[in-house]
Nanobody
Framework: VQLQASGGGLVQAGGSLRLSCAVSGLTFTTHNMAWFRRAPGKEREIVSAISRLNSNQYYASSVKGRFTISRDNAKSTVYLQMNSLKPEDTAVYYC???????????????WGQGTQVTVSS
């Protein structure tokens, strides 16, 4: 199983980035997908999640209204569109998959390698 995250980078505050996570080696439509992040000196936290067939979405309060999660089941890829970025969004972002609909990191069995997002003020 591979989760390949990409799309991170350096952006000024107020800017946008789109993260992608290409999944292989599992049946994509049987897995809920999520994005987590870990900022320097902070605990890992869930950013957003999307259910197997796109019927449910979850957003952390800190990103609601600014970030949008989506998935393309035909391409086995999940996306995170991040708009109006703030310096506090700076973190390594990880995609993860779970057969359970949950916000708990330990319920996610497969993880990508992470992609760095840096937002300058």
């Amino acid at each position: 199983v591979q989760l390949q995250a990409s799309g991170g980078g350096l952006v000024q505050a107020g800017g946008s980035l789109r993260l992608s996570c290409a999944v292989s080696g599992l049946t994509f439509t049987t897995h809920n997908m999520a994005w987590f992040r870990r900022a320097p000196g902070k605990e890992r936290e869930i950013v957003s999640a999307i259910s197997r067939l796109n019927s449910n979405q979850y957003y952390a309060s800190s990103v609601k209204g600014r970030f949008t999660i989506s998935r393309d089941n035909a391409k086995s890829t999940v996306y995170l569109q991040m708009n109006s970025l703030k310096p506090e969004d700076t973190a390594v972002y990880y995609c993860a998959s779970s057969t359970t609909w949950t916000a708990l990191a330990h319920e996610y069995g497969y993880w990508g390698q992470g992609t760095q997002v840096t937002v300058s003020s």
